[in-house]
């Protein structure tokens, strides 16, 4: 079993930065990737970031690349979320979510087994 816990979520206005970690606990596969999913009311969810616990590769969804920066402390047990220059369209449910896709289905989120709570960020003028 993996725990997942979320946060660091907010309002926020356009243009501004947020960080969101995902602090993992249990038992992880070296063959996981964590994964940072959103959905925003509406609209199904999406795949935004994800990274591999193997060797650290790095996957983004088109939407955010150049803005969003996903990254890893093996010490911690912690996956950030680094987004910058958030745009309105940013806002939704961020969660993150740990599993074995395979590695041409990065952010398919159907891959992934464990999921945290969620957090919130409104991105609003």
């Known amino acids: 079993q993996v725990q997942l816990v979320e946060s660091g979520g907010g309002l926020v206005q356009p243009g501004d930065s947020l960080r969101l970690p995902c602090a993992a606990s249990g038992k992880t596969s070296n063959d996981y990737y964590i994964g940072w999913f959103r959905q925003a009311p509406g609209k199904e969810r999406e795949g935004v970031s994800s990274?591999?616990?193997?060797?650290?590769?790095?996957y983004y969804a088109d939407s955010v690349k150049g803005r969003f920066t996903i990254s890893r402390d093996i010490a911690k047990n912690t996956v950030y979320l680094q987004m910058n220059s958030l745009k309105l369209e940013d806002t939704a449910v961020y969660y993150c979510?740990?599993?074995?896709?395979?590695?041409?289905?990065?952010?398919?989120?159907?891959?992934?087994?464990?999921w945290g709570q969620g957090t919130q960020v409104t991105v609003s003028s």
């Open positions: 979510a740990a599993g074995a896709p395979p590695p041409w289905e990065p952010l398919s989120d159907r891959e992934y087994d464990y």
């Open positions: 990274i591999s616990l193997s060797d650290g590769s790095t």
